[in-house]
């Protein structure tokens, strides 16, 4: 399958905007706090895998690159692919995607309600059809196709 390749300015201005997005989330009164126990992180244990939307997808996919990786590290155990297998952190947490930055463990407080977040999702969700995207689609498989739609 050929993928469209986005054009320089609009990957850019897409890239900003999912940045926005993230950047208006961490401002939000709600008190949570990541403390990396990384339980969310094991898919086939909690049986939940983050959903991405383009935007997000090609945000997290330009942060993999920038560690050197052209592709998404296999990981046979269940656990996201993003996790680092000789440390075990996360290789983008600093560009990690809406999901896991909302979804939270109960130690770290808890997941955000739907209400709280609801009109960053619709920002997440108009940058998607900006791009020509298929809507909020699995981690793995949202990743795959970024990284082979970026040229550098």
Do not use: W
Not at 60 to 69: E, I, M, P, S
């Amino acid at each position: 399958m050929k993928r469209r390749r986005i054009p320089d300015q609009d990957l850019r201005r897409a890239l900003d905007e999912v940045r926005a997005v993230y950047a208006d989330l961490s401002l939000r009164p709600i008190e949570r706090n990541c403390v990396r126990v990384k339980e969310c992180c094991h898919f086939k244990l909690t049986g939940r895998t983050p959903h991405l939307t383009k935007g997000e997808a090609l945000f997290a996919a330009k942060a993999l690159r920038a560690t050197g990786r052209t592709q998404l590290p296999e990981n046979a155990t269940g656990a996201c692919p993003l996790l680092d297998s000789s440390h075990g952190n996360c290789l983008i947490y600093d560009s990690r995607p809406f999901g896991c930055r909302t979804h939270f463990c109960a130690a770290a407080g808890g997941p955000y309600a739907r209400r709280e977040v609801i009109d960053l999702i619709r920002r997440l969700e108009t940058i998607d059809a900006t791009l020509a995207g298929s809507g909020a689609r699995l981690l793995q498989s949202a990743m795959i196709d970024a990284l082979g739609s970026l040229t550098t």
